[in-house]
């Protein structure tokens, strides 16, 4: 198959879509990746890139990826994101009809975190190349506005959803990353777009050189009952009730919270445990995402946590499969699909959201169990991620489920 992704966001940025399409071409398919300059989630454009000028390079060997200009995300403010997401569209917009010139491909998929808008440029795509286009839906818009708080005026919401209904119109085929993102992206397309389509993981490869990370980090870990939160650090994640648990635990010996990654929040974070004396708080930094094994083999138990925002309820964030894998214990401080996949895998517990002492509680009575009743929810988890998010078995299907599609509908 020849496929073409679009998408904003792509290696070196931490994405699940790296991992898919290195799958993708282990496998013989043919991928170019069209996205834009890696700025996320910090704000600044890495090094070895620019924010102007279209870049090319490869990545996973074979697979080309052409880079399109656009404004960094900065340190946050509407401003710059607006201008970061509306940058994609219309460089995609004017330059990749022409960086794609003579291609053809058989599906083009969008790997569509927020914004939606980067779906517009793939539209255009669609009807020049004259092929099947997925999204793979990953963000519910406009709700995902409304519950950061980003969009507040109901008026401009109803605005941001007659522009999703006419994105979804033009779109062939949506891939949905959790079974309950049905009805309400059903509220803006015909339900026989609609696929449920899970995020998967894969697993490194036991070849994979392993990425340094400090040993006063890994020995720490070992050192207590670590409970390991990976990823962004930002609104969305509820970041401020695990700073209120670690307060209420900070006298709890040999427990450790330790927030791995970077994001809006990371300097308030910081400000806090300094003021409050959390010396129980660890703050890790970034790692790629090759290193993590190493974090979470350490670890004793792993974190997800979201706001209590209705629409966070649809999701199951990326993690979950990821600490899944990892076969350690999970700890879910949200509500809703990502809530009842830990439950349902009897991987560790669920607790309400933007809630410290529920937290707090259900850390403690993980603490509590013994080392061999963890371990038997880390590997209860493993098996429920290999029967469903395994990423080989998912990139057949998805390889099946674009060419059925593409060939019911004509591939238009």
């Not at 450790?256 to 910081?270: C, H, I, N, Q």
């Not at 603490?367 to 057949?396: I, L, N």
Request: with cysteine; proline share 6%; charged share 25%.
């Amino acid at each position: 198959m020849k496929l073409l992704l679009v998408s904003q966001y792509f290696w070196p940025e931490t994405f699940i879509i790296n991992d898919l399409v290195r799958k993708l071409s282990e496998q013989g398919h043919e991928v170019v990746v069209a996205t834009g300059k890696p700025n996320y989630p910090g704000g600044d454009v890495f090094d070895g890139y620019t924010a102007g000028g279209v870049q090319r390079e490869h990545f996973a060997g074979d697979v080309e990826v052409i880079r399109v200009p656009l404004w960094p995300r900065g340190q946050g403010g509407a401003r710059n994101l607006i201008l970061n997401y509306l940058s994609f569209v219309t460089t995609g917009l004017a330059l990749l009809p022409w960086l794609l010139r003579g291609r053809k491909f058989d599906a083009i998929l969008v790997f569509a975190p927020s914004p939606i808008t980067q779906v517009i440029p793939a539209i255009l795509l669609k009807w020049l190349k004259r092929s099947h286009l997925a999204v793979w839906v990953q963000d519910l818009w406009p709700e995902s506005l409304a519950a950061t708080g980003f969009v507040r005026d109901p008026r401009l919401l109803r605005m941001v959803g007659w522009m999703v209904r006419g994105i979804y119109a033009c779109c062939d085929t949506l891939l949905l990353q959790s079974r309950a993102f049905a009805d309400p992206v059903a509220r803006y397309a015909s339900r026989g777009k609609l696929v449920y389509y899970p995020n998967s993981i894969a697993l490194p490869a036991e070849t994979t050189a392993p990425i340094k990370v400090p040993s006063e980090l890994l020995d720490e870990m070992e050192r207590n009952f670590s409970l390991v939160f990976a990823g962004n650090i930002g609104t969305a994640q509820a970041i401020e009730t695990v700073v209120e648990a670690a307060g209420q635990l900070k006298h709890e010996p040999g427990l450790k919270l330790v927030l791995v990654g970077s994001g809006s929040r990371l300097d308030w974070v910081r400000e806090r445990k300094e003021a409050l004396g959390l010396d129980n708080l660890i703050l890790a930094g970034r790692f790629p995402m090759e290193a993590m094994p190493q974090i979470f083999e350490r670890s004793s138990a792993l974190l997800v946590s979201l706001k209590d925002e209705e629409i966070f309820a649809y999701t199951i964030p990326s993690k979950v499969q990821a600490y899944l894998a990892a076969g350690k214990p999970v700890i879910a401080s949200l509500r809703g699909e990502g809530a009842r996949v830990v439950e349902e895998a009897g991987a560790g517990k669920s607790c309400e959201p933007e809630n410290a002492e529920a937290l707090v509680a259900s850390i403690l009575a993980l603490k509590g169990m013994s080392p061999a009743e963890r371990e038997e929810a880390g590997a209860a988890g493993r098996r429920y991620f290999s029967e469903h998010f395994d990423m080989d078995r998912q990139v057949d299907r998805l390889v099946d489920i674009l060419e059925s599609r593409a060939k019911k509908k004509g591939g238009v």
